[in-house]
């Protein structure tokens, strides 16, 4: 993952509620395992590895913050269980096809969560975070990034 896309995922997370959260998770886990798959390429086993792990690291945290008292939650924990095993099967055979199988998934579940995410009305998950403001400016064309700050940004006493 470059590092513009990681300050755009760093961004849109401190605006994120609890829906768009789940969404950019992902985002993330699918950014990875393309970033796998192009590894895979050109035979970086080892950047193959990195990049599965990290979509594994997006998945854990799917899996660690499901709320079982809805039974939905069970079926996704399945579904993250069987995706795991999958990119674990791929990382220990480095063989894309496991990788397809997650990102067939991780897709289907990305769309579904797009159409639900505009229903959630709720906050940001974030409090106090930066509010970034950003545009062109009219000197020789460059993109200005305007930062408003909050007196009591971060902790609160």
Same mark, same amino acid.
Request: proline share 1%.
């Given at each position: 993952?470059?590092?513009?896309? +990681?300050?755009?995922?760093?961004?849109?997370?401190?605006?994120?509620? +609890?829906?768009?959260? &789940?969404?950019?998770?992902?985002?993330?886990?699918? /950014?990875?395992?393309?970033?796998?798959? +192009?590894?895979?390429?050109?035979?970086?086993? /080892?950047?193959?590895? &990195?990049?599965?792990?990290?979509?594994?690291?997006?998945?854990?945290?799917?899996?660690?913050?499901?709320?079982?008292?809805?039974?939905?939650? &069970?079926?996704?924990?399945?579904?993250?269980?069987?995706?795991?095993?999958?990119?674990?099967?791929?990382?220990?055979? *480095?063989?894309?096809?496991?990788?397809?199988?997650?990102? +067939?998934?991780? *897709?289907? @579940?990305?769309?579904?969560?797009?159409? @639900?995410?505009?229903?959630?009305?709720?906050?940001?998950?974030?409090?106090?975070?930066? &509010?970034?403001?950003?545009?062109? /400016?009219?000197?020789?064309?460059? *993109?200005?990034?305007?930062?408003?700050?909050?007196?009591?940004?971060?902790?609160?006493?």
């Amino acid at each position: 993952m470059t590092s513009e896309k +990681k300050q755009e995922y760093t961004l849109k997370i401190t605006q994120a509620n +609890k829906t768009q959260l &789940i969404v950019i998770l992902y985002e993330m886990a699918l /950014t990875y395992l393309k970033d796998a798959k +192009k590894a895979h390429a050109i035979g970086d086993k /080892t950047a193959f590895r &990195i990049a599965a792990g990290r979509a594994q690291a997006c998945l854990n945290e799917l899996m660690v913050s499901l709320h079982f008292e809805y039974a939905l939650a &069970i079926r996704l924990l399945e579904l993250y269980i069987f995706i795991n095993k999958e990119l674990a099967r791929a990382c220990a055979r *480095t063989n894309v096809g496991h990788l397809d199988n997650a990102i +067939k998934i991780i *897709t289907e @579940l990305l769309a579904a969560y797009r159409k @639900l995410s505009p229903s959630d009305n709720s906050a940001p998950v974030m409090e106090n975070a930066q &509010i970034v403001y950003s545009g062109l /400016t009219y000197d020789r064309g460059s *993109t200005l990034e305007c930062l408003s700050h909050h007196q009591n940004r971060g902790y609160r006493a």
